[in-house]
């Protein structure tokens, strides 16, 4: 009789979903925070929007709608990206003229910081190696674009990263301004942790510092 092997465990199971949920809703709460002179509307309005676009997202994955899920997912992230943009612009543009209180800058800045780690989290965890989906198809996670460290280990383990492994990777790029443990392989990613890096440059390097200057 053929003995089982211990090490194997079970890779079947999706991938959750509510974490990167619970980023998006806390990148909609940050907005709140930025005077409605930074945002594009009234400061509620991206909230609504990501509220209303989690919906059908939420409802098409339960109901197996693959396609529709990626559409209403890659919607969400591009209003947030969008609305992180303008309000990145804005406030760069109204550094010359002093017409935000040090106060106020140092809170919009750290809002946008926080808020640029958990959107660009949220593209890397949808993008890399198809998507949370096409992850959950494959027993092991053994290509995408970045070489995790435990990609390389040879435990016997089947192991996939989940959002964890992409807020931290966001993280890093947004504090050190580059990959830390995560090689990147793929050009979009590169492309992508440039934009994640130069949002962070800027908002840590001049809008804190200029803020602190004029305290």
Known sequence: MAKSNPQTIDTNQPEPRWPAV???????VLYLVLPEQ???????????VIVALLIPTIASHRMG??????IFGFASSAVITFALAWSFGTLVARLPGKRQAPIELLRSAAALW???????????????AGGPH??????????GAFLF?????????????GFVDYLF?????????????VPVLSRWAKLLMMVQSAIS???????????INIL
């Open 169 to 181: 990777l966001a993280f890093n790029t947004s504090t050190a301004f580059s990959p830390t443990d």
């Open 65 to 70: 709608q693959i396609r529709l899920n990626r």
């Open 38 to 48: 930074l945002t594009a509307g009234p400061s509620w309005v991206l909230l609504a």
């Open 134 to 143: 096409a992850r959950d198809l494959r027993p092991t996670h053994t290509e």
């Open 114 to 128: 926080l808020s640029n780690v958990l959107v660009f989290a949220c593209w890397y965890w949808r993008l890399d």
């Open 201 to 211: 440059l800027g908002t840590l390097a001049i809008l804190a510092a200029r803020a």
């Open 22 to 28: 619970v980023a998006l809703l806390a990148t909609g």
């Open 149 to 161: 460290p435990q990609m390389l280990l040879k435990s016997g383990k089947a192991w996939k990263p």
